[in-house]
C-alpha cells in the first residue's frame, strides 16, 4: 500500500467529478480535465473526498501516482499550473501569429509552433518571455518540452531555449584547452 495513495483529495466547492468506470472527468471553473486509469485501481468520492483505493499491494506505486496525478487535476481546474520559458541569443525572438508561435532562433527559416486548444500562451514585448498556462500539467510539461527542444541551449554560449531558472553548464572553449597542456609547454620553450 502506498502512504501517499491513502491520503485523500479534497475537493473545492466548484470543482465536479465524474467517475464512469476507469474514466475520470475533473470539471472546474477554469476548465475540463479527462484522464484514464488503471482498472485495479478504484477511485470513488466520498464526503468531499476522492479516495484512492486498490486490492493489490504489488500496486504501491500506481496507487500512489494515481492519488497524486487525480490531485493535479483538482488543483488544475481551479488554478491553471505555469511554466515559462527563455529564448537567449543575438536575433532570436519570438511571436503569437493567431494560433502559431513563430520563433526566430538562428535558423534559415522560423520555427512554427501551433497552439493546442487547452492551452494558453502569451509573449512578452520584447520577445524573449514565453508562458505557458493550462489546466492540464501533462500537457503544459510536454508542450514546454517541444518548444525547448526546437533550440536546446548551447552548452559553450548558452544560446537557445531554456526554462527560466534553469542552470546551464558551460562547457569551455578550444582557447582554454591549450593552456597547460603538453602542447602550449612545447610551444613556449622554443625561441
Excluded at 500500500?1 to 485523500?8: F, L, V
Excluded at 479534497?10 to 474514466?23: A, F, H, S
Excluded at 493489490?56 to 511554466?83: C, D, Q, S, Y
Amino acid at each position: 500500500m502506498s502512504r501517499i495513495g491513502n491520503m485523500p483529495v479534497v475537493l473545492p466547492e466548484k470543482v465536479k467529478v465524474d467517475i464512469k468506470g476507469n474514466d475520470i472527468v475533473v470539471s472546474g471553473p477554469l476548465g475540463t480535465v479527462k484522464r484514464k486509469f488503471d482498472p485495479r485501481i478504484s477511485v470513488a468520492v466520498e464526503n468531499n473526498n476522492i479516495v484512492v483505493k486498490t486490492e493489490f499491494p504489488e500496486l504501491g506505486a500506481i496507487h500512489g501516482t494515481t492519488r497524486a496525478i487525480i490531485n493535479n487535476m483538482v488543483r488544475g481546474v481551479t488554478a491553471k499550473f505555469e511554466k515559462k520559458l527563455e529564448i537567449q541569443g543575438v536575433g532570436y525572438k519570438s511571436q503569437l501569429t493567431g494560433k502559431k508561435l513563430v520563433m526566430q532562433l538562428g535558423y534559415s527559416h522560423p520555427v512554427e509552433f501551433n497552439i493546442p486548444a487547452d492551452v494558453d500562451i502569451t509573449v512578452d514585448q520584447k520577445g524573449l518571455i514565453i508562458t505557458l498556462q493550462s489546466c492540464d500539467k501533462e500537457q503544459l510539461g510536454f508542450i514546454a518540452s517541444h518548444i525547448r527542444r526546437s533550440k536546446p541551449p548551447d552548452p559553450y554560449k548558452g544560446k537557445g531555449v531554456r526554462y527560466v531558472g534553469e542552470y546551464i553548464k558551460k562547457k569551455p572553449g578550444k582557447s582554454a584547452v591549450g593552456v597547460g597542456t603538453v602542447a602550449g609547454a612545447a610551444g613556449g620553450a622554443k625561441k
